[in-house]
T-cell receptor, first 115, second 114 residues
Framework: GQQLNQSPQSMFIQEGEDVSMNCTSS?????WLWYKQDPGEGPVLLIA?????ELTSNGRLTAQFGITRKDSFLNISASIPSDVGIYFC???????????????FGQGTILTVHP | SAVISQKPSRDICQRGTSLTIQCQVD?????MFWYRQQPGQSLTLIAT?????????ESGFVIDKFPISRPNLTFSTLTVSNMSPEDSSIYLC???????????FGSGTQLSVL
């Protein structure tokens, strides 16, 4: 099946630093999504990307849909303590039929921010 | 985005018993999706619940183990049957937008099986 390789697995940074994480795949995705999950909560959608090359920002977050449609990255600028959590990339191949709603998730990046 | 309410938020169950998880959405949706997140792992789709038809299960998941109901366009249940410790996970309900290209998730049900 499809797999997403997300890196790094974990990051320990100082408050104010910038963060970058990425996902790569051997298959093409038509939609890339980035989620953040806090302990005891479901994932919250941060950014959705719909076409190759698209660069989208949401506050201090910026994400890009790779030109090859096989990768995406997420940057967080000027990190703050509340950025702590697990960040997941997810891809949707939109193959139609029952494939809609079937997201393939990366393994997650655990972010720790030291004040 | 839709408001998705799930309950219970957590439960501790004995092996061999069953637990039914409820998911309520504040708007009508055609499809609802049930995901599982095993400890320290990523999310995996269990099944897609369509109103008025049987759920569609992903490879590795079967109806006898995870029966799903979808009585109307705002509600669904997932039952985890004959539980074993390997079923200890977070179970998440989700709904989509833009043709289900992007999904929104409920807060999940943290299940521990002893």
């Amino acid at each position: 099946g499809q797999q997403l390789n997300q890196s790094p697995q974990s990051m320990f940074i100082q408050e104010g630093e910038d963060v970058s994480m990425n996902c790569t795949s051997s298959s093409i995705f038509n939609t890339w999504l980035w989620y953040k999950q806090d302990p005891g909560e479901g994932p919250v959608l941060l950014i959705a990307l719909y076409k190759a090359g698209e660069l989208t920002s949401n506050g201090r977050l910026t994400a890009q849909f790779g030109i090859t449609r096989k990768d995406s990255f997420l940057n967080i600028s000027a990190s703050i303590p509340s950025d702590v959590g697990i960040y997941f990339c997810a891809g949707n191949s939109n193959a139609g039929g029952t494939s809609y709603g079937k997201l393939t998730f990366g393994q997650g990046t655990i972010l720790t921010v030291h004040p | 985005s839709a408001v998705i309410s799930q309950k219970p938020s957590r439960d501790i169950c004995q092996r061999g018993t069953s637990l039914t998880i409820q998911c309520q959405v504040d708007s009508q949706v055609t499809m609802m999706f049930w995901y599982r997140q095993q400890p320290g792992q990523s999310l995996t789709l269990i099944a897609t619940a369509n109103q008025g038809s049987e759920a569609t299960y992903e490879s590795g998941f079967v109806i006898d183990k995870f029966p799903i109901s979808r009585p109307n366009l705002t509600f669904s249940t997932l039952t985890v049957s004959n539980m074993s410790p390997e079923d200890s996970s977070i179970y998440l309900c989700s709904v989509g937008q833009r043709g289900n290209e992007k999904l929104f998730f409920g807060s999940g049900t943290q299940l521990s099986v002893l």
